[in-house]
Nanobody, 125 residues
Framework: QVQPVESGGGLVQAGASLRLSCAAS????????MGWFRQAPGKEREFVAG????????SYADTVKGRFTISRDNAKNTVYLQMNGLKPEDTAVYYC??????????????????WGQGTQVTVSS
C-alpha cells in the first residue's frame, strides 16, 4: 500500500512555472505507476500525466503536452510534476495517485486506488 502526499502548489501569474511534488510512503514505491490528475471548479477530475514504476514510460494529456513534465525519484519515493508556461485554465486542485497497473500508464481514475489530498494551483491572468 502507498499513501501519496502532494506539495508545491500556489498562486502564480500566467507564464510562470511551478513544480509539484508527491511523496509516497511504502517500501514498494517503484512498483507503482504514479499519476497526476486535476480538478477545476465545476469540472470533473481529469488525467494530467503519468509515469510507470521504473520511469521508462510516461503519458500526458494533450492539454499539457510540451509544457508539463512528470518524473520520479524512486530513491526518495517521490514523483514530480514540472509545470511550465502555466495558463489560467491550468487552475485546479492537483492530485497525486498511485496505480498497481504496471504494463502501461492508465489515464482513468478507477485505475488508481490510492490518492493524496490535493494541492491548489491558481494561475492568474
Amino acid at each position: 500500500q502507498v499513501q501519496p502526499v502532494e506539495s508545491g502548489g500556489g498562486l502564480v501569474q500566467a507564464g510562470a512555472s511551478l513544480r509539484l511534488s508527491c511523496a509516497a510512503s511504502g517500501r514498494t514505491f517503484s512498483s507503482y505507476t504514479m499519476g497526476w490528475f486535476r480538478q477545476a471548479p465545476g469540472k470533473e477530475r481529469e488525467f494530467v500525466a503519468g509515469i510507470r514504476g521504473v520511469g521508462d514510460l510516461t503519458s500526458y494529456a494533450d492539454t499539457v503536452k510540451g509544457r508539463f513534465t512528470i518524473s520520479r525519484d524512486n530513491a526518495k519515493n517521490t514523483v514530480y510534476l514540472q509545470m511550465n508556461g502555466l495558463k489560467p485554465e491550468d487552475t485546479a486542485v492537483y492530485y497525486c495517485a498511485a496505480s498497481g497497473v504496471a504494463i502501461y500508464v492508465p489515464t482513468t481514475m478507477t485505475a488508481y486506488p490510492y490518492w493524496g489530498q490535493g494541492t491548489q494551483v491558481t494561475v492568474s491572468s
